[in-house]
């Protein structure tokens, strides 16, 4: 009994992997890539997930390296594709180093969340 509550209490923070059958939203790519370089300063952020994703649920954090946050116009599921997340930016990055923390519930209502680091170059 104690062990089904506490692998219920992990269920729901997301930290058993549970395979594809449970469909929970995890990352799977982004642009700019998780851990990328990139010269040119982008001017949105995409993240795409294993599944769809709930927009009034979901968000996306950007921090600079000094840890100044970039605040976006919109963080908003793609109209085309509910599996990923537009992070739409008022103007490119300037170079430096950026973090971006993520959480999602995906369309089964759970929650997952996560982080990468890029970097844009000069
Ligand atoms: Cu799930």
Excluded at 90 to 104: E, R, S
Aim: no cysteine; proline share 7%; aromatic share 6%.
């Amino acid at each position: 009994m104690r062990n089904m509550m506490l692998v219920m209490a992990l269920l729901g923070l997301g930290l058993v992997p549970t395979g594809p059958a449970a469909a929970h939203a995890f990352l799977k790519a982004a642009v700019p890539a998780v851990g990328a370089t990139v010269t040119e300063g982008p001017h949105e952020l995409r993240l795409r997930f294993s599944e769809g994703v709930e927009a009034a649920f979901s968000g996306v954090t950007l921090t600079t390296g000094d840890d100044q946050r970039v605040q976006p116009v919109t963080v908003a599921v793609d109209p085309a594709d509910s599996t990923i997340l537009v992070v739409t930016l008022t103007a490119p990055l300037a170079p430096g180093l950026y973090k971006v923390q993520w959480h999602v519930v995906s369309v089964d209502t759970h929650k997952t969340q996560g982080r990468y680091d890029f970097t844009v170059t000069p």
